[in-house]
């Protein structure tokens, strides 16, 4: 169910965004492009983050498991491995930090923003 439900957003949502360039195609071609190229920025910025997130927590994952099996091998060095491990988890969690910066900006500082903006102001009047 979830599964189906899933796909479904997923393929609205594309829709939503594939389609509203049709919707402007009377429009200002340079908004057009605007909107096409922010379409596509969209789309680059959830798979980058997706991408990131999951080798992040793969990352995460195999860096506590690794911790955790190395203090039940010899409980007298949890300190030093506790506090690795935790400079280690930040350090992979910092990668996915950049990864969601280089996505806020694909999404928010794109050179035709004028333009969409422009064109949604048309349509408003």
Same mark, same amino acid.
């Given at each position: 169910m979830f599964k189906k439900l899933s796909f479904s957003t997923l393929g609205s949502a594309f829709l939503l965004f594939a389609l509203s360039t049709v919707a402007y195609a009377a429009g200002d071609e340079m908004a057009i492009a605007g909107l096409k190229y922010f379409t596509v920025s969209v789309f680059a910025a959830g798979f980058g983050i997706a991408v990131a997130a999951f080798g992040g927590a793969l990352?995460?994952?195999?860096? $506590?498991?690794? &911790?955790? !099996?190395? $203090? &039940?091998?010899?409980? !007298?060095?949890?300190?030093k491995v506790t506090v690795t491990m935790l400079i280690g988890l930040a350090m992979v969690e910092s990668l996915v930090i950049y &990864?969601?910066? $280089?996505s806020l900006i694909l999404i928010y500082a794109h050179p035709q923003s004028s333009a969409i903006a422009g064109l949604f102001a048309g349509v408003a009047h």
């Open positions: 990352g995460q994952g195999m860096g $506590i498991k690794s &911790a955790v !099996e190395g $203090i &039940a091998r010899n409980p !007298e060095s949890s300190g &990864a969601l910066v $280089i």
